[in-house]
């Protein structure tokens, strides 16, 4: 029988989970959809992920990929696995790849989103996908702060400790900060991201939002490369992969 690559888009609330990638010290992401691979199949197979998001972070985009030699249509990979997945991790699609595809590597986008429930207190409801400021913050501040991270620049200054790039150089083609109610929504969009890159950009918007911080902070940062220069951290509840592109994704949507 023919073996296949298959690209599958995943979603799942990471609230339970070590992130992504198999770990000792818990259940992962990726671990459960091998597992529920397993099942369906009735043999190991691995699964290669986009990004490794870290614990507690969620995603609607994630993409991954596995060969298999099976007669399973490829776009039915999605009611196959989710009999086998915890309700909190699903399959939302699924396609054939040619087999030199690289769901990691050849990815050319993504987008992710991070939300701020910006209120006295904390939601009941959203809590496991909104981090908590109790502090009234300035969106415009914020804003204007974050438009110098739009271009192509040496983010040395917003990776965590532990990365593994061989670059620190990326692209953001877009950020957008938004306010509705009492939800602050941050979304940037480039062509990768270094380690904990996100969260520290939020984490900084937040401390420039509630003025601990001044608002050239990461034009500051961006020259000195120095991590000291910017804020905290922000929790990984309020992060999101909301996508993850390939260039046959632009195509169909430039048909």
Not at 217 to 243: F, H
């Amino acid at each position: 029988m023919e073996r296949k690559r298959i690209l599958l888009t995943v979603s799942y609330d990471g609230t339970a989970y070590v992130g992504w990638q198999y770990q000792d010290n818990g259940p992962s992401i990726q671990d459960e959809v091998e597992k529920a691979l397993e099942k369906a199949l009735g043999t190991f197979i691995r699964v290669t992920g986009a990004s490794r998001t870290d614990a507690g972070v969620h995603a609607v985009g994630q993409r991954a990929h596995f060969d298999v030699c099976s007669s399973i249509p490829p776009e039915k990979y999605p009611f196959v696995l989710n009999r086998y997945l915890p309700e909190d991790i699903r399959v939302t699609a699924a396609r054939q790849v040619p087999d030199d595809f690289h769901a990691r590597f050849q990815a050319v986008g993504k987008m992710y989103t991070y939300r701020i429930h910006n209120a006295p207190h904390a939601s009941a409801i959203f809590r496991h996908c909104t981090a908590h400021f109790p502090v009234r913050l300035d969106e415009e501040a914020m804003r204007r702060c974050a438009l110098p991270l739009i271009g192509t620049h040496d983010f040395a200054a917003f990776a965590a400790a532990g990365g593994q790039a061989k670059t620190t150089v990326r692209t953001i083609d877009f950020i957008d900060l938004k306010r509705q109610g009492e939800e602050v929504t941050l979304r940037v969009h480039g062509n990768g991201f270094l380690y904990n890159m996100v969260r520290i950009i939020a984490g900084t918007l937040i401390d420039v939002g509630h003025q601990k911080l001044p608002e050239n902070c990461i034009e500051k940062a961006l020259e000195s490369r120095n991590r000291l220069d910017l804020g905290i951290t922000a929790p990984a509840c309020g992060l999101e992969l909301t996508s993850v592109e390939y260039e046959f994704d632009r195509h169909m949507q430039g048909d």
